[in-house]
């Protein structure tokens, strides 16, 4: 079974760092480009950034370029989420979604994990 | 970047009904070399993350309900869900993936119970 578990989220001030990780298991995670994707409270979805099978080659939404940076490790199944300098409107759920081997659509999500930027 | 909108924002449907949704991009997702559509719709209900429905624009997802349809081409979608359940109670994205990795989504849609 598919499974993606993030973690890491909660409260921080604008300004501050926050560190999230996806632990997936069920497929052979360095395979799959991956993906961020966040949802603001009550708001729509909003795709963040991606990573290459290999991590060799990430894009980013011009609005988090230079603050945050995707990575994985195939080694532990595990993709992350570097973000500094957060701002107030960083906070969201932030879900990691991977790619569908033979299209760019998301195929499986996990559950989210909540970011809060509050002073 | 594609701009994604959908319409309408919210319709409430009778059980048993069929409920209508429109998605249009603003320029094409249709890839012509291999003539499909770079267009997908998730379902999601409150609480949770989104569920992929349909792909290349018309593809039902392992899973699905054929009660779920998707339709159209170039820049103009629909997703239809015919004799509509209580449990199909969701908002509902269209997603672009032609411009990889500049991905965008719709607004959503919500979908009530009349």
């Known amino acids: 079974e598919v499974q993606l578990v993030e973690a890491g989220g909660g409260l921080v001030q604008p300004g501050e760092s926050l560190r999230l990780s996806c632990a997936v298991s069920?497929?052979?995670?360095?395979?799959?480009?991956m993906n961020w994707v966040r949802q603001a409270p009550g708001k729509g979805l909003e795709w963040v950034a991606d990573?290459?099978?290999?991590?060799?080659?990430?894009s980013y939404v011009d609005s988090v370029k230079g603050r945050f940076t995707i990575s994985r490790d195939n080694a532990k199944n595990s993709l992350y989420l570097q973000m500094n300098s957060l701002r107030a409107e960083d906070a969201a759920v932030y879900y990691c979604?991977?790619?569908?081997?033979?299209?760019?659509?998301?195929?499986?999500w996990g559950q989210g994990t909540l970011v809060t930027v509050s002073s | 970047d594609i701009v994604m909108t959908q319409s309408p924002a919210s319709l409430a449907v009778s059980l048993g009904e069929r409920a209508t949704i429109n998605c249009k991009s603003s320029?094409?997702?249709?890839?012509?070399?291999?003539?499909?559509?770079?267009l997908s719709w998730y379902q999601q209900k409150p609480g949770q993350p989104p569920k992929l429905l349909i792909y290349?624009?018309?593809t039902r997802e392992s899973g699905v309900p054929d009660r779920f349809s998707g339709s159209g081409s170039g820049t103009d979608f629909t997703l239809t869900i015919s004799n509509l359940q209580a449990e199909d109670v969701a908002v509902y994205y269209c997603?672009?993936?032609?411009?990889?990795?500049?991905?965008?989504f719709g607004p959503g849609t919500k979908v009530d119970i009349k």
């Open positions: 997603h672009q993936y032609y411009n990889t990795p500049f991905f965008t």
């Open positions: 990573i290459r099978p290999d991590g060799g080659e990430t």
């Open positions: 290349w624009a018309s």
């Open positions: 979604a991977r790619e569908k081997l033979d299209g760019g659509t998301f195929d499986f």
């Open positions: 069920g497929f052979t995670f360095s395979s799959f480009w």
């Open positions: 320029q094409s997702v249709l890839y012509n070399s291999n003539n499909k559509n770079f």
